[in-house]
């Protein structure tokens, strides 16, 4: 298909598969043999990792070692179960270490995990203490490192409520915290779901992508992203937020001086006209910036975002004649 430089730029590794949630859901065995459908496909380069939760690795390995003959290794996210409270989640994260260092032992190096992703107590993130949490992560990362015998990058999901704001930055300061020492963490915000509640303001993600910048911190979104620009859902009764008017505004925040108002105005933009993609650089209105630079925001900031869909994305990238 035909793809401008910045357009491939900006969807480079962007979608996570997540096959197996809601709304598409589907069984294992499907989900994985779509997943290797698309990464052996002609816009292989869009697709990332596929999202397990841990549970079913177990399932996932007789797939693999049953089915699958590419050379190549399958990139795998884990995703763990997380916990109520501290000493719950810890318990958990034990035995999830258990599945996930039988499931590497037993696939024999066809897998890479290289990506964990996994949702922080509440308590932790409403506490507002930023250096207990800290600390909280440099165990958690410490434990993973002492199982898993590969590099991992955990992004880490935690309640936003209605003080968002405090909840984000007290979050996103902890794992700035933790980074000084050892920089392997990063955050992840829910953008969407299958309920109204799910979808955050505009505001909230042009707040989480400013503290994230702001704090050197690599941020990845989760769900409701499956349409490039925000709409109107009338099935779930909401706006749905778009994954260029999201991944722009933190690519072009990342490269120019652009307002929290301003990147609240990307975010909040239903009209496709005001993005244009060409060889040269991608622009939102006066706003413009180069496929190298997407490239750098993409490697350091947006990083990707997980969505049931692969071909739905792609699909209304055809019809809005970006992709031909």
């Not at 936003?160 to 392997?184: L, Q």
């Amino acid at each position: 298909m035909k793809i401008t430089r910045s357009l491939r730029a900006f969807m480079g590794g962007i979608i996570d598969y997540a096959g197996l949630f809601p709304p598409s859901k589907l069984e294992l065995e499907e989900a994985f043999g779509n997943y290797v459908k698309y990464k052996n496909g002609s816009l292989s380069e869009m697709i990332s990792g596929f999202i397990c939760p841990v549970k079913l690795l177990k399932q996932l390995e007789i797939i693999i070692l049953k089915n699958y003959r590419d050379e190549n290794k399958i990139n795998v996210t884990v995703l763990g179960r997380g916990g109520y409270d501290r000493d719950n989640f810890l318990q958990v994260l034990e035995e999830d270490l258990n599945y996930w260092s039988d499931f590497l032992l037993n696939t024999e190096n066809k897998v890479n995990t290289e990506s964990f992703e996994i949702k922080l107590p509440d308590e932790l993130i409403t506490a507002h203490d930023s250096k207990k949490l800290s600390e909280f992560i440099n165990e958690i990362s410490a434990k993973i490192k002492n199982r898993i015998n590969q590099d991992v990058f955990i992004f880490f999901e935690g309640h936003i409520g209605t003080k968002w704001k405090k909840n984000i930055k007290h979050f996103i300061e902890a794992v700035k915290i933790h980074n000084e020492s050892e920089n392997n963490c990063g955050f992840k915000l829910r953008t969407g779901g299958t309920e109204i509640d799910f979808f955050p303001e505009p505001e909230v993600i042009a707040y989480s992508i400013r503290e994230c910048l702001d704090r050197n911190i690599r941020m990845k979104c989760t769900a409701g992203l499956h349409h490039p620009f925000r709409h109107y859902d009338i099935n779930i009764g909401v706006k749905m937020h778009g994954f260029i008017n999201v991944f722009g505004a933190g690519i072009i925040a990342m490269r120019h001086n652009i307002s929290d108002s301003g990147l609240k105005e990307i975010i909040d933009d239903e009209n496709p006209d005001n993005f244009v993609f060409t060889d040269e650089c991608f622009s939102w209105k006066d706003w413009k910036i180069s496929p190298e630079e997407i490239d750098f925001a993409r490697k350091n900031l947006m990083i990707s975002f997980g969505s049931c869909s692969f071909d739905e994305p792609l699909e209304d990238l055809v019809e809005l004649n970006l992709l031909q």
